[in-house]
């Protein structure tokens, strides 16, 4: 439990809450000036989080900006792999990467005022390198396509339609999703505040 309490997260009544907030780190570092989340604190984190007795859920909070995609989609297989009731909450933003994580949840909720940024996997600058870099790409983009579609009621051929969607962002591709949209779409399971997820969790483990 000791590993637990130094991570900073609040617990309360059985309830931990973890948050991953910024852009998620993974064996590249980012600059001291970026906020981020480093996937080998979390990792561990969740697995510590799974084996205590002390604690009956999890609550995870989100406010992502993107990032590494290899960690994100090792964090979200590790929350969806999760024994414990699970409850996601989506503040701020949802942005690429986030998706994944905000569905890995047995039950996820975005903020009223929250959005979802959803477009496909790239590589910022300038590649030059040989077709089999394209085909990696393509193949991550079916990963995340994958676990998204199998994690919520979203089906594989919107998903593919929105972040292809060239007529929302500026000299880019996807699709953004206001928290109404995003349930609509069926990407998130209900619009709600902090209070209802908790009351989710709470409700699943008769607390």
Do not use: W
């Not at 909070?61 to 297989?77: H, M, R, S, Y």
């Amino acid at each position: 439990m000791d590993d637990i309490r130094e991570t900073g997260q609040t617990r309360q009544g059985g309830i931990h809450c973890l948050t991953i907030i910024g852009q998620i780190e993974g064996h590249q570092l980012l600059p001291d000036d970026v906020k981020t989340t480093k996937y080998e604190h979390i990792l561990p984190t969740i697995a510590a989080i799974e084996e205590s007795p002390e604690i009956t859920a999890l609550l995870i909070l989100l406010n992502t900006a993107g990032g590494d995609v290899e960690a994100g989609l090792a964090i979200a297989e590790m929350i969806a792999g999760m024994s414990k009731p699970t409850a996601s909450l989506v503040l701020g933003g949802g942005h690429s990467i986030g998706v994944p994580l905000a569905v890995s949840a047995e039950r996820s909720f975005i903020a009223p005022s929250a959005s979802m940024t959803i477009h496909p996997v790239r590589i910022t600058g300038v590649v030059i390198g040989a077709a089999q870099t394209y085909d990696y790409l393509a193949r991550m983009q079916e990963r995340i396509t994958a676990f998204v579609t199998a994690h919520s009621k979203i089906t594989q051929a919107r998903f593919e339609a929105l972040s292809a969607d060239t007529t929302q962002l500026a000299n880019d591709v996807g699709s953004i999703l206001t928290g109404r949209e995003a349930v609509k779409e069926g990407l998130i399971d209900g619009v709600g505040t902090l209070s209802d997820a908790l009351r989710y969790l709470h409700e699943r483990t008769g607390m």
